[in-house]
């Protein structure tokens, strides 16, 4: 079984400022995605940014990127030049890549960081 | 909006009701998962179902029932439901089980009273 660690319930951050959200995990897989979602105040999740396990690259979109260490199996998620709209929970999230398919066994989520953006 | 729907967005329900959550996603998708979101808790897989029929139960509960009837629509019928599971339930979806990015739907906030 796979756990999802998010040790920061919550952070606050000024506007325009970069925030690194931290999150390890735990598998015996080798074959994995990871990722980052993101649930404002409406409550509808998003995908913010992905990581295949194989990737050595960081995965980046726009203002935010990952630092994906596997060997210390941790995943990051650094916001650059934060935004009020930024504000929300920010969940870490795993899949394992499988023949069966690894969506089978759905996420594995963290317990969140509520991250709060203040003007 | 990421093309996934969700009805009722808020329902309150006594311990002997019975009542449905419906899911509904526009996507395309062949695969359709229910997940409860807790107070203080991670989220909690559920059920996974692809192309109609389930391939995942996680030890949920026989009060907790399952219906997908097809690829775009998804039910979880309540009966005889406990206060414990009242919980904001989420509904995903994905192109198929194999693949990784799964788009969620508002949720139904529950409150079983």
């Known amino acids: 079984a796979q756990t999802v660690t998010q040790s920061q319930p919550e952070m606050s951050v000024q506007e325009a400022e970069t925030v690194t959200l931290s999150c390890t995990y735990d598998?015996?897989?080798?074959?994995?995605?990871l990722f980052w979602y993101k649930q404002p105040p409406s409550r509808q999740m998003i995908l913010v940014i992905r990581?295949?396990?194989?990737?050595?690259q960081n995965a980046t979109e726009n203002r935010f990127s990952v630092n994906f260490q596997k060997a210390a199996k941790s995943f990051s998620l650094k916001i650059s030049d934060s935004q009020l709209g930024d504000t929300a929970m920010y969940f870490c999230?795993?899949?394992?890549?499988?023949?069966?398919?690894?969506?089978?066994?759905?996420?594995?989520f963290g317990k969140g960081t509520h991250l709060i953006i203040q003007p | 909006e990421t093309g996934v729907t969700q009805t009722p967005r808020h329902l309150v329900m006594g311990m002997t009701n019975k009542k449905s959550l419906k899911c509904e996603q526009h996507?395309?998708?062949?695969?359709m998962y229910w997940y409860k979101q807790s107070a203080k808790k991670p989220l909690e897989l559920m059920f996974v179902?692809?192309?109609?029929?389930?391939?995942e139960n996680n030890s949920v509960p026989s009060r907790f029932s399952p219906e997908c009837p097809n690829s775009s629509h998804l039910f979880l019928h309540l009966h005889t439901l406990q206060p414990e599971d009242s919980a904001l339930y989420l509904c995903?979806?994905?192109?198929?089980?194999?693949?990784?990015?799964?788009?969620f739907g508002p949720g139904t906030r529950l409150t079983v009273t």
């Open positions: 598998t015996s897989e080798n074959n994995y995605y």
């Open positions: 995903a979806s994905s192109r198929d089980t194999t693949f990784d990015e799964q788009y």
């Open positions: 999230a795993f899949m394992k890549q499988g023949n069966s398919g690894g969506g089978a066994d759905g996420l594995t």
């Open positions: 179902y692809s192309l109609e029929e389930r391939v």
């Open positions: 996507l395309g998708h062949n695969a």
């Open positions: 990581q295949e396990a194989y990737k050595q």
